[in-house]
């Protein structure tokens, strides 16, 4: 038997997470998603490391259906209109009809673009998610959200729609480059912080608590009001996080060392660290899911996957695209978990553990980092530059800014980011 750890999102156990698992996912396609033509998109780089083996595999097992493949180039700029009508040319010129499937190979860029392209390819087809970075397997590949940028801005266009399986297979990881492996951490450790108080909260109690409870933790029994309908594989608890924590030298080891493939087959063959690695992604992957399930449209709850992100966003807006997202979520985590302590939200001794793990995860933490100041953009963020980019932030009330503020690791003030004045967020980016 393969061994896969499976992860429940909208009340389906769609998400498969394992090591070398590519054989598994192209029998579970072909097996549960018939259909007469498969597609796979991926860019040049995944598609050097990556294509062959899932020709291979189609080859030995499709049958009379077809397979093809199609290799787009990497980056960002391919997430475009141009990008998406290339894509649906070669789908109409290869006569695809309702009936096919689509697999993304990739990142973050392939897994929104090409989802964007299923979800209004003749008006919808299925798609399956195969995410090779670490960004993409915890958080773009999960939740549905699809999009492509636009002169604009980024993911102005898109749609919600979600694949009918996401394959996480962590050796893909191997291949992946140590600073990208570094940027998806960053949503990691984001998600083990704040979601301990959440574990188990269902959709129905969840309008009972929003608007008389003020904090959560003047929720006394969170547990027992839950549901095991939303209940998600993997939930996070504190020792998890303490791993995150103390063993960053071995995570890092678990991609740096590459695994014995034995098809999936026997965790026997798994160093302890890729054991962790994979629990680590499950267990992020799990609070993703479950703040899905409970919240699919982003209504409220969903918005607290944002912590990090109102001043992560403006500090990425001004460095883009020589800092990465993740990067800059890392000190936008930073700063935000400062304005909690500015606020007497948070102490002291949590934002300095903070600190050390994302700096155990080699990513920057404060607009001083080297790697920031060595940039010609940094000449640009100024503090009323970085407020001004804020004012248009999706989350904002009108011109009030809201960040999802910390009350202590694990735990945030309220079930919803807050509403936060510009003079306190202009001392936290001043000091
Ligand atoms: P990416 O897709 O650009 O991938 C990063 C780089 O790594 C690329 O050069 C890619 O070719 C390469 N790569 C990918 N997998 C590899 C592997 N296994 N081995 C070697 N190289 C590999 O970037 P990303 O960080 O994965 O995704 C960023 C995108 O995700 C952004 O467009 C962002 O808007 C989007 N995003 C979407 C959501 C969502 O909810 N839909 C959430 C977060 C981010
Ligand atoms: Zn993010």
Redesign the pocket.
């Known amino acids: 038997d393969v061994d896969v750890r499976k992860v429940s999102i909208l009340g389906k156990d769609s998400i498969h997470c394992g090591f070398h698992l590519i054989p598994y996912i192209v029998q579970t396609v072909i097996d549960t998603l018939p259909s007469s033509t498969y597609v796979l998109v991926t860019?040049t780089?995944?598609g050097n490391?990556h294509l062959s083996a899932f020709q291979a595999e189609f080859d030995s097992r499709k049958g009379n259906a077809r397979f093809l493949p199609y290799v787009i180039a990497?980056?960002?700029t391919s997430?475009s209109r141009e990008g998406k009508a290339e894509i649906e040319d070669y789908l109409l010129l290869n006569k695809c009809t309702r009936d096919t499937v689509i697999l993304a190979l990739?990142?973050?860029?392939?897994?929104?673009l090409v989802g964007f392209v299923a979800a209004t390819f003749m008006r919808g087809v299925r798609f399956v998610q195969i995410p090779?970075?670490l960004?993409?397997m915890v958080?773009?590949s999960v939740?549905g959200?699809?999009?492509i940028d636009t002169p604009h801005g980024?993911?102005l266009i898109g749609a919600f729609w979600q694949p009918e399986y996401i394959f996480i297979d962590a050796a893909?990881?191997e291949?992946?480059?140590a600073r990208?492996f570094s940027?998806g951490m960053a949503e990691v450790i984001k998600a083990a912080l704040r979601y301990l108080r959440y574990t188990g909260v269902s959709r129905s109690v969840l309008p009972r608590i929003a608007p008389i409870q003020p904090t959560l933790s003047s929720i006394p029994d969170l547990k027992a009001v839950s549901l095991t309908r939303v209940q998600t594989a993997a939930i996070w608890n504190e020792t998890e996080f303490a791993a995150l924590e103390s063993r960053a030298a071995e995570i890092f080891a678990a991609i740096q060392t590459p695994s014995v493939n034995f098809a999936g087959r026997t965790e026997a063959t798994r160093s302890p660290a890729q054991q962790l690695l994979l629990s680590v992604i499950a267990g992020s992957i799990g609070v993703k899911a479950h703040i899905v399930t409970i919240d699919e449209r982003e209504t409220g709850l969903r918005n607290l996957v944002n912590f990090g992100h109102t001043i992560g966003h403006a500090i990425e807006a001004i460095l883009t695209p020589a800092m990465l997202?993740g990067e800059c979520v890392a000190v936008g985590m930073i700063l935000e978990a400062e304005v909690a302590r500015q606020l007497g939200v948070l102490s002291q001794v949590a934002v300095g553990r903070l600190t050390r793990c994302l700096k155990a995860y080699n990513l920057p933490v404060s607009l001083s980092d080297p790697r920031i100041t060595s940039l010609p953009a940094a000449r640009s963020l100024s503090v009323s530059k970085l407020l001004d980019i804020m004012k248009i932030d999706k989350k904002n009330s009108g011109p009030q800014k809201k960040i999802v503020i910390l009350s202590r690791i694990g735990a945030t003030y309220e079930p919803k980011a807050t509403v936060v004045a510009d003079k306190v967020i202009a001392k936290t980016l001043s000091e």
């Open positions: 860019d780089n995944v490391l990497p980056g960002e997430k990739g990142g973050g860029v392939i897994g929104d090779t970075t960004l993409a958080d773009s939740g959200k699809t999009a980024k993911n893909f990881l291949t992946l480059p990208e940027n997202h």
